[in-house]
């Protein structure tokens, strides 16, 4: 049997490929709880982080509150509106007044709060009733027992009545920030008549009340170990008054900058002024700019002051450090530390009786790496004057100018200390500065060796002084070029180019002094004034114990040049602190010790070159006696040898005194050079000097005396020696 044919199945389509299961495959609902969680973990976060910062918020407003409480007195001070960063830690406060400040204004909401609610529309708030700044009251009764300045998290938390007190007369805005709600009531002015008022104070970076408590909490600056403060305080926008003895002074500035504020460590409790609080606190860095100050006194004294200054900067590590002991304002400077120092656009002036008396300015002032004892990395500055008028004297102006400045390794301490010095002279009962009692107190005998200061390189431009109308000097330029050291043998150069001395055009004001005879002689030079350089050289070896001083130049236009040197064997390093405590007017009265008398002269000359001074001196002399020029030359010769010849001990002194009289009488006929040298062999010095014999010849005849005129042979001066002690024996 044959099977019937079954129809055929139709083919099956390809199964496509299944995907891989997934985890979330079919839980959508878990997803979205996954999700929700999230939200509200991230709400929790959120809520979490908003009371902690109204709490930070609270905590810094009433430690700042309380830190001003303590430091001018409670009602002495109000504000206007305060916010607090919480992720940023800063607090700023609008409006800020001190003393007596203007009206209160309506309140004024902060950025992304509502509106505070209407106020009574008379009488004070309830914090400014009590006499306490606005923003929040002083702490619990509670809070206070505790012995904890500011609310603890467990009541913020729990919305605790010590809260909603802390909050009262303010709105917490929703973005974690406080705003006062109302400026309190005009506060009194403070004790000394002091009035000011902070367009925006800005802190950052609050320490713990321990450390604000110990600088503003009781009567004293109480010691302890060092603290950080603050880490930026910023002050924008003050203006202020003080009213003292009848004079009322106004200061204002736009911009005022603390950086790094700490507590020094201090052993001792100090008293709570300004040398107190300079004493203990220590600042990084400290920028001021748009200073202003002036004073305007009863119309019946007239006296006006005004400054400004466009900048300050001052940085130091130790700001302050210097004022631990300082007894005036020379120990201070003796002792401060700076890292920078700069200052722009300084102007002050005094007037009395519409007069201006005093005035003063400074383009710019940098000083770099002051070290206690004065000793500085730069110092440079640019468009710096003074200028003085004496009101009794109103068309008489004495004044100085600098153009620019700039020295590098200063130090200054040698100067700052004998100022010191003349300072605590000052103090002392019947001792009056006179010039003559201050060279007998301040030059020592090291001074003849050593620089009193230091200095690698430095740099002086413009420098004028003088009185309008009346006599001026003016230097171009000075350069130092060292290392200069204070009290040590120095090596390197000094020059002074253009240096002017320009007489009045009246010489009747001027008293009879060399300066005066230099005027009366400038028009028979064809000058109007008298202009000069001069130029140093030092060489030294203080192992060795040598120095040297070259005059490179000593000239004056139309006039001559001057060129020398001298050296000097015996100084070693040693020898010098003792002769930096000798005065230099006490030495004939001491005995000299072994050391100092091998200090000996090696070598000396002094070399002059006429430009014109001889001539002209003729013809003064011969328009002054109205005599022929030929008979005031050979006048002058014949005088001029005579006294020479004395001063030399007379004509029997020398063994040939015709060399001498020859060389004059050439030079004064047609002066072109003179020269007189002395080149001792062995170096004079005081022990060679005690072993030759007592007369005056011995010692002349050591010191190898030479002379030449005109660039003709040195001529040796020689001395009879008679054998018999002299009392005029050098």
């Not at 709490?55 to 409670?74: H, I, M, P, Y």
């Not at 300045?149 to 729990?158: F, I």
């Not at 028009?523 to 140093?536: C, F, V």
């Not at 030759?692 to 002379?707: T, V």
Request: with cysteine; net charge negative.
């Amino acid at each position: 049997m044959t099977l019937p044919k079954q129809p055929l199945s139709p083919a099956k389509a390809p199964e496509p490929p299944q995907k891989p299961m997934s985890l979330s495959t079919g839980s959508r609902p878990g997803k979205r709880k996954l999700l929700l969680g999230i939200c509200l973990a991230a709400v929790a976060v959120a809520a979490v982080l908003l009371a902690a910062s109204q709490l930070s918020s609270r905590k810094a407003w009433k430690s700042f509150s309380q830190a001003l409480d303590n430091a001018v007195g409670e009602g002495a001070w109000s504000s206007e509106s305060h916010d607090f960063s919480f992720f940023s830690r800063t607090l700023t406060v609008k409006g800020l007044t001190f003393g007596d400040p203007p009206p209160p204004t309506s309140p004024q909401p902060s950025a992304g709060s509502s509106a505070s609610p209407p106020q009574p529309p008379s009488g004070p708030s309830p914090s400014a009733a009590a006499g306490t700044p606005a923003g929040p009251p002083p702490d619990s009764s509670e809070d206070a027992a505790a012995g904890d300045p500011a609310d603890s998290y467990e009541d913020a938390a729990a919305g605790t009545p010590a809260d909603d007190a802390s909050d009262a007369g303010a709105d917490a805005p929703a973005d974690g920030s406080e705003t006062a709600g109302q400026a309190s009531a005009s506060a009194p002015p403070l004790p000394d008549g002091s009035s000011a008022k902070i367009q925006t104070l800005t802190i950052q970076g609050f320490p713990d009340q321990a450390s604000l408590d110990r600088l503003f909490g009781g009567d004293v600056i109480t010691a302890g170990p060092a603290a950080p403060l603050f880490k930026l305080v910023t002050v924008e926008g003050l203006t202020g008054s003080k009213t003292l003895s009848g004079l009322t002074s106004e200061y204002s500035f736009s911009f005022l900058q603390f950086t790094d504020l700490a507590l020094k460590a201090t052993e001792t409790d100090l008293p709570k002024d300004t040398a107190g609080f300079l004493k203990s606190v220590s600042a990084g860095k400290i920028e001021l700019a748009g200073y202003k100050s002036g004073f305007a006194a009863p119309a019946a004294t007239g006296e006006d002051y005004d400054m400004s200054l466009e900048r300050l900067v001052l940085a130091s590590p130790a700001l302050g450090e210097g004022f631990t002991d300082a007894g005036n304002y020379l120990d201070i400077l003796r002792s401060l530390s700076l890292a920078e120092l700069r200052i722009s656009a300084f102007k002050a002036a005094a007037f009395t009786k519409g007069v201006k008396a005093f005035e003063s300015e400074a383009g710019d002032l940098a000083l770099l790496g002051l070290s206690a004892p004065g000793k500085a990395v730069s110092f440079s500055g640019s468009a710096l004057a003074v200028s003085m008028k004496d009101p009794s004297l109103p068309d008489y102006t004495a004044f100085v100018r600098l153009d620019s400045f700039e020295a590098s390794q200063l130090d200054l301490s040698m100067p700052v200390s004998r100022a010191a010095d003349v300072a605590d002279r000052l103090a002392t009962p019947y001792y009056f500065p006179t010039p003559g009692r201050i060279w007998q107190d301040l030059p020592r005998v090291s001074d003849l060796f050593t620089p009193a200061f230091g200095c690698e390189r430095g740099t002086l431009a413009g420098l004028s002084a003088g009185l309008l109308p009346g006599p001026q000097v003016k230097v171009t330029q000075a350069v130092l070029s060292g290392p200069f050291k204070a009290q040590e043998l120095p090596q390197g150069t000094a020059e002074f180019t253009g240096i002017v001395y320009t007489p009045p055009e009246d010489l009747e004001l001027m008293a009879d002094s060399p300066l005066k005879l230099a005027a009366q002689f400038l028009p028979y030079l064809g000058q109007q004034a008298l202009e000069m350089n001069l130029r140093l050289a030092f060489a030294s070896s203080p192992e060795e114990g040598l120095y040297r001083v070259t005059l490179t130049e000593l000239s004056a236009k139309g006039a001559g040049e001057f060129t020398g040197s001298a050296a000097v064997s015996g100084i070693r390093r040693e020898l010098l602190p003792p002769l930096s405590m000798i005065l230099l007017s006490d030495l004939p009265r001491l005995s000299l010790g072994q050391n100092l008398t091998d200090i000996g002269l090696m070598q000396a000359q002094i070399n002059y070159s006429d430009r014109g001074l001889i001539p002209a001196a003729y013809a003064m002399l011969a328009e002054e006696t109205g005599r022929d020029p030929a008979d005031v030359r050979e006048a002058v010769t014949a005088n001029v040898t005579a006294q020479l010849i004395e001063a030399l001990g007379g004509e029997e002194a020398l063994t040939d005194p015709a060399p001498l009289t020859q060389g004059v009488a050439s030079f004064l006929a047609a002066p072109q050079t003179f020269s007189v040298s002395a080149l001792p062999d062995p170096p004079f010095s005081d022990s060679v000097y005690q072993a030759l014999p007592k007369e005056p010849g011995a010692a002349r005849n050591a010191l190898n005396l030479s002379f030449s005129s005109n660039g003709e042979q040195p001529v040796p001066l020689r001395f009879n020696v008679t054998g018999q002690p002299s009392e005029d024996a050098p």
